[in-house]
């Protein structure tokens, strides 16, 4: 007799979502500094510039966040993929804004954004494998009620 195959952890898909949302976040208020400097506040700038190396940072850890959700979680595998995707376009947009190629730059800027929030969305809609059972859980260690079998009567 061979055991259930266990399920599979839930931190890394919190954390992909963590690193996913507070991606976002950050395309958000890079697209608002950026504006911002269009509009003529010169210092925002500097601000889009560390706000990219910020942007950088957080898609590698949500890159190694799509490597824990594939490989010891189990999940699927278009988290990796689409986060390489990502690593790869903040790179070049980096690369773009250093070079003033400004229309390479806008252009990628709005893909890029467009690119985060399908991460961000399928992050989320990803479902979280059920916790582990607790000992002190439910009748059947799971914590939860025990469902009905058949139609259930009211008494009133």
């Known amino acids: 007799m061979s055991s259930p195959p266990a399920?599979?952890?839930?931190?890394p898909?919190?954390?992909?979502?963590?690193t996913a949302t507070t991606l976002a976040l950050l395309a958000v208020l890079?697209?608002?500094?950026?504006?911002?400097?269009?509009?003529g506040t010169y210092d925002s700038l500097k601000d889009h510039e560390g706000n990219a190396m910020t942007m950088a940072t957080v898609v590698v850890a949500q890159?190694?966040?799509?490597?824990?959700?594939?490989?010891?979680?189990?999940?699927?595998?278009?988290?990796l993929w689409t986060t390489a995707l990502l690593t790869v376009a903040v790179?070049?947009?980096?690369?773009?804004?250093?070079?003033?190629?400004?229309?390479?730059?806008?252009?990628?800027?709005?893909?890029l954004v467009s690119g985060i929030l399908f991460a961000l969305?399928?992050?989320?809609?990803?479902?979280?494998?059920?916790?582990?059972?607790?000992?002190?859980g439910g009748p059947d260690g799971s914590g939860r009620l025990p469902r009905p079998v058949g139609p259930v009567e009211v008494n009133r």
């Open 7 to 11: 399920a599979a952890p839930r931190w």
């Open 13 to 18: 898909l919190i954390l992909l979502r963590v």
């Open 30 to 39: 890079q697209a608002m500094l950026a504006g911002s400097f269009l509009n």
């Open 63 to 79: 890159l190694v966040a799509a490597l824990l959700v594939r490989r010891p979680g189990r999940g699927p595998l278009w988290p």
């Open 91 to 111: 790179i070049g947009q980096i690369g773009a804004g250093y070079a003033r190629a400004i229309g390479v730059h806008v252009t990628l800027g709005v893909l």
């Open 121 to 136: 969305v399928g992050a989320w809609r990803l479902p979280l494998p059920a916790q582990q059972a607790r000992a002190d």
